[in-house]
């Protein structure tokens, strides 16, 4: 509702100061600004609710639950010690590794999924590794970011690869590059701001 807008505009700048000075964390301030935004009538009910990407979220779920099963199950010391096998104890290539892991995992499902299933595995390469987990963290929010080489891989390659003509092979070639790319700067630049 678009005569509304000042008091939804007045919300989102009550959450983000909420939520930014520590009064309260974030879900709690996004969920008050939610109701708040009901409750002022910039939004009804129905269309809050039809505007919830439901598939979105199921998919996050599931790859949570993936990753705390690898966790507890072992299966990520499992993959750990495999990837410390091709890494050594060098925690530039452990890096490149989880990156590497991460971007293609980001290419064939949710950036979300990705993230959620490589981040115990990087604490753990972490831990064992006796280093800040800090850089591989950082390195599995970027490679996750990155879903240039599929039109699978993010939801704006999608709406593009239709009226934009695509070929899959354009995503390959052009966006499998500019991955390589990416890969190659973040694993310099990463541990320069974010020490191991």
Same mark, same amino acid.
């Given at each position: ?11 989102? &700048?009550?959450?983000?100061?909420? %939520? /930014?000075?520590? @009064?309260?964390?974030? =879900?709690?301030? !996004?969920?008050?600004?939610?109701? +708040? ?32 099963? &690898?966790?507890?199950?072992?299966? %990520? /010391?499992?993959? @750990?010690?495999?990837? =410390?096998?091709? !890494?050594?104890?060098?925690?530039? +290539? ?42 591989? @963290? ?5 490679? !996750? ?52």
């Amino acid at each position: 509702r678009h005569e509304r807008a000042g008091v939804a505009v007045a919300i989102l &700048l009550g959450m983000v100061v909420l %939520a /930014a000075t520590g @009064v309260m964390s974030m =879900l709690n301030a !996004a969920l008050v600004a939610a109701c +708040l935004m009901i409750a002022t009538r910039c939004v009804t009910g129905p269309v809050a609710r039809r505007s919830i990407d439901w598939q979105v979220l199921t998919v996050i779920g599931a790859a949570l639950g993936i990753g705390k099963a &690898l966790e507890t199950s072992g299966g %990520a /010391a499992f993959i @750990v010690t495999h990837f =410390l096998g091709l !890494a050594g104890h060098d925690p530039v +290539l452990a890096l490149v590794v989880i990156y590497g892991l991460t971007m293609i995992f980001t290419e064939l499902m949710s950036n979300n999924a990705a993230a959620a299933m490589m981040f115990p595995l990087a604490l753990a390469t972490a831990e064992s590794l006796g280093v800040s987990h800090m850089p591989f @963290v950082f390195g599995i929010m970027i490679a !996750a970011s990155c879903g240039f080489a599929t039109p699978i891989g993010y939801q704006t390659n999608l709406m593009v690869y239709g009226p934009g003509g695509y070929q899959f092979r354009d995503f390959v070639v052009f966006g499998g590059l500019l991955n390589l790319v990416t890969w190659a700067v973040a694993v310099v630049v990463i541990p320069i701001f974010y020490g191991f």
